[in-house]
């Protein structure tokens, strides 16, 4: 609040900004798919696209605050927006792990073509023998001249069958300690090398999938950061896809509450004493839980997150999971039916576009991907409060003698 | 909803740190455990040090008032601070609670007595239980920016006194808090089945102490029996505006007691943790068991979250948002429990010194308890926010 002039300031001049672009790009013209691409990447070039991102790739170099304002003239005005949805991991993680760690180059090449959804993003990090022991992945990437040559298997990929890149975490090393030998690299999934094979989850679909890598060749100019410097890399990716789950400006009663709160505000047959106790409680969690992620956003309205994200992640997987558990029990009968346990391969993920099983069973994947809470709690007492790290009998031995 | 600043501004940081450097020089905690043995010599010169030569007791009347002219936020840093070191002091009381109260009443009378407050020459309470909440779920329904009615809404009585003669009222109200420290008491009373609002000098009231749950805030029962009291409004063409000014008070002290509550549980989660970083048992550190790393990190994300509920609700206050009941609520509930979370961990954590009374856990835990009972418990502000945000519980 210090400087409430200069933060009006550019409140004024983005008005302008999105104005005169409006009025140069009439949304009212925008009608076939190739009207909508030229829309939004002349809204990239006019770095009104991600505001907090540089000048020359999106963005205005602006604090993250300013963003919600830019999207809700956009939308006001009719404008097409770049499916967010469908590209969560391109944009919640690889973008900003390619703006903190990319090359000039990269950022150029990668960026544009993210943010208007032509490309569209997965993670290859999970593997079976590395899940929250992620730094124990065991892909290999072995260099090849101008090239590298990866060969391992991924799993839990979710969206990788509909994705055109990935971010990916393999071992350049084996002779050193395990978060020593890992390198991070932009892997085409298009490559012949690539198999992508569904794997059926909880919900009867297969969002996720394994993922097996045989001879995929990457050039050395799609590897992010410096060799053997992949584990800070990829921790700059967990934090932001901690954060991009809670740090967000979003309205009272978004997500999972407002589901539940509608049907309770339409359906008064359905409710007991007991079940309104239950709700308020986590009404006003949900509501608690909206405002510390606001509350996060503005204290990195500028800079990277670190590890306190983590908090809010824990909440939102304990308040989804016991909402959705809450809404099974209100509707009754109606809960004991499930819309369709059909195996398909959806395009995404989108909580409150199914029914009530759907949002219970889906919302139990919420404390184990992007890190467990198990996890997530050993890392905010360990780098927030400063308690004792877990014994780790790995951490000083190569990783090629380790204990698998 | 607007986007509230829900951190802390410079200034208000520099209000905390000489709040924080003062209470850590004049009110260390052996000295409010000797509260509980009936010891209160701390206590007097505390609350003028803070109130009259720190200028706190003034913090929230206008600068032309003889005040700082600051707002809620301010006054939230304040028993942050107040809450951490358990502070024996009526500043929730008088300069919260009691000033909004005048402030809101905007009379003569009201405007002398607040910059007699703000001086620090008087020190004053709402005489109310420390129980009443601002609003209860039968009134609550219109609550934010209702017009009062004057008249009793159900199951929201704010008196127990009645005005008998021209100018004297009768009645006893039970467990007031601040009640023991005024000079001043602001006394709402029942006149022709409307409230009203009186000044009375403390020194013609029987106030019986009550031992309490809470020796750092002692309640007391206030007995009135034929005492002279003065009006501080009536304007017959406004017969709402003193239950206006008194619910405008509560709702100021239950907005701000989260504040005092994001204290309690902040000391609480930093002394545990600074405890077990160092305790060993099993040849090793406590707070290395994961078991014990979890508690703690779900804690601090407790902490965090009531932070962002406390300051929001601050917050509005400060800038009179339209959202102010919900943010009081929602602050009064979450923040209520969690402080009490709070001071239960860090007794249990501590193992047996937890339970000594050489060891200040034990305020914290009082205190905690307390105040989640105060102003409404959080099931009272659940019960009223599901009719603020309409969400009717099941039909008879
Ligand atoms: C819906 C969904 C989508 C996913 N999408 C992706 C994706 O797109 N890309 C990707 O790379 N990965 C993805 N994942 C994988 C996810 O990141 C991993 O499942 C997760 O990190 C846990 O690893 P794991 O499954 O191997 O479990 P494990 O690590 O084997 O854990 C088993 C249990 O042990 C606990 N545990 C493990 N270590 C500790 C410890 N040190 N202390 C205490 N408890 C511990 C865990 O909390 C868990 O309860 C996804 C997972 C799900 C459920």
């Not at chain 1, 999971?321 to 109606?334: F, P």
């Not at chain 2, 206030?222 to 017969?239: G, I, M, N, R, Y």
């Amino acid at each position: 609040m210090a400087d409430e002039h200069a933060i009006e300031a550019i409140h004024a001049d983005l008005r302008t900004r999105v104005r005169t672009f409006l009025a140069d790009h009439d949304p009212a013209g925008v009608r076939t798919d190739a009207d909508r691409l030229e829309f939004l990447r002349s809204r990239y070039d006019a770095g009104l696209a991600w505001v907090a991102f540089p000048v020359g790739h999106g963005g205005l170099g602006l604090g993250q605050s300013y963003q919600s304002e830019v999207d809700a003239s956009f939308a006001a005005a009719g404008a097409p927006d770049n499916r967010p949805h469908a590209n969560g991991i391109g944009l919640g993680m690889a973008a900003p792990t390619i703006a903190a760690f990319g090359t000039e180059e990269q950022k150029r090449r990668y960026l544009r073509p993210l943010w208007t959804g032509e490309e569209i993003w997965c993670q290859l990090f999970s593997e079976p023998g590395a899940g929250s022991d992620l730094a124990n992945v065991a892909t290999r990437a072995v260099r090849d001249g101008d090239t590298w040559i990866v060969n391992g298997q991924k799993v839990w990929t979710s969206g990788a069958h509909h994705s055109d890149l990935a971010i990916l975490v393999a071992r350049t090393d084996i002779d050193l300690p395990k978060h020593r030998g890992l390198t991070y690299f932009l892997c085409d999934m298009h490559d012949p090398g690539v198999d992508v094979r569904p794997l059926r989850q909880i919900t009867g679909e297969a969002e996720f999938n394994e993922v097996f890598l045989t001879d995929v060749r990457i050039p050395d100019s799609q590897r992010l950061g410096a060799v053997g410097d992949g584990w800070r890399v990829a921790t700059g990716t967990l934090n932001n896809e901690r954060v991009s789950i809670g740090g967000k400006a979003t309205v009272r009663e978004a997500g999972m509450i407002g589901v539940v709160a509608d049907t309770w505000r339409v359906r008064p047959e359905l409710r007991t004493p007991e079940l309104h106790d239950r709700l308020m409680k986590l009404w006003v969690e949900a509501e608690v839980a909206r405002l510390t992620g606001r509350r996060l956003a503005q204290k990195l309205a500028q800079g990277q997150p670190g590890p306190e994200g983590s908090a809010i992640k824990l909440a939102f997987a304990r308040i989804n999971q016991q909402l959705s558990g809450l809404e099974l029990e209100l509707l009754g009968e109606e809960g004991l039916r499930y819309s369709d346990w059909t195996m398909v391969r959806p395009e995404r993920v989108e909580f409150t576009a199914r029914d009530a099983g759907y949002r219970y069973l889906r919302a139990k994947g919420n404390s184990i991907e992007g890190g467990t809470s198990e996890i997530l709690r050993n890392i905010l007492a360990e780098r927030v409060l400063g308690l004792p790290g877990e014994p780790r009998v790995d951490k000083d031995v190569p990783w090629k003698d380790t204990a698998r | 909803m607007t986007d509230l600043d829900l951190l802390y501004s410079e200034v208000e940081e520099d209000l905390r740190s000489t709040v924080r450097d003062l209470l850590a020089d004049r009110c260390p905690p052996a000295a409010v455990i000797a509260v509980y043995d009936g010891d209160r010599t701390l206590v007097d010169p505390l609350w003028q040090a803070l109130a009259v030569d720190l200028g706190l007791a003034g913090l929230l009347v206008p600068e032309d008032r003889g005040g700082a002219g600051a707002s809620a936020r301010e006054a939230a840093v304040v028993l942050e601070e107040l809450g951490r070191a358990a502070a024996p002091v009526p500043f929730l009381t008088s300069a919260v609670v009691a000033t909004t109260v005048l402030l809101a009443a905007g009379s003569d009378l009201a405007a002398t007595l607040t910059a007699s407050l703000a001086a620090g020459e008087r020190t004053a309470v709402l005489v109310v239980p420390f129980t009443a909440a601002p609003f209860t779920a039968a009134s609550g329904a219109e609550a934010p920016g209702a017009e009062a009615s004057g008249a009793e809404a159900p199951g929201a009585r704010l008196a127990a006194v009645d005005v008998v003669g021209p100018h004297t009222l009768t009645g006893t109200v039970t467990t007031v808090a601040g009640a023991l420290e005024a000079d001043l008491l602001l006394v709402p009373a029942y006149r022709d089945g409307r409230v009203t609002l009186y000044a009375v000098d403390a020194a013609l009231v029987d106030r019986r102490p009550v031992v309490s749950f809470d020796m750092t805030r002692q309640l007391a029962d206030v007995h009135l029996l034929d005492v002279e009291a003065t009006p501080v409004l009536d304007d017959p063409d406004d017969p709402g505006a003193a239950e206006r000014a008194i619910r405008a008070g509560l709702t100021a002290g239950t907005a701000l007691l989260a504040s005092e509550q994001l204290g309690v549980a902040s000391w609480c989660l930093d002394e545990t943790v600074k405890y077990l970083r160092t305790r060993r048992q099993f040849g090793r550190v406590v707070g290395g068991f994961q078991a014990l790393k979890h508690r703690l990190a779900d804690l601090y994300a407790g902490v965090e979250s009531a932070a962002a509920a406390a300051r929001y609700a601050a917050a509005a206050l400060a800038s009179g948002d339209p959202d102010l009941a919900v943010a009081t609520s929602v602050a009064a509930a979450f923040c209520g429990d969690l402080a009490v979370v709070a001071a239960e961990e860090a007794v249990q954590l501590h193992g047996g010194i937890g339970m000594t009374w050489e060891y200040p856990a034990h305020l914290y835990l009082k205190k905690a308890k307390a105040d989640q009972i105060a102003f409404g418990t959080p099931g009272a502000h659940r019960a009223l926010l599901a009719s603020l945000v309409h969400l009717p519980g099941a039909p008879h």
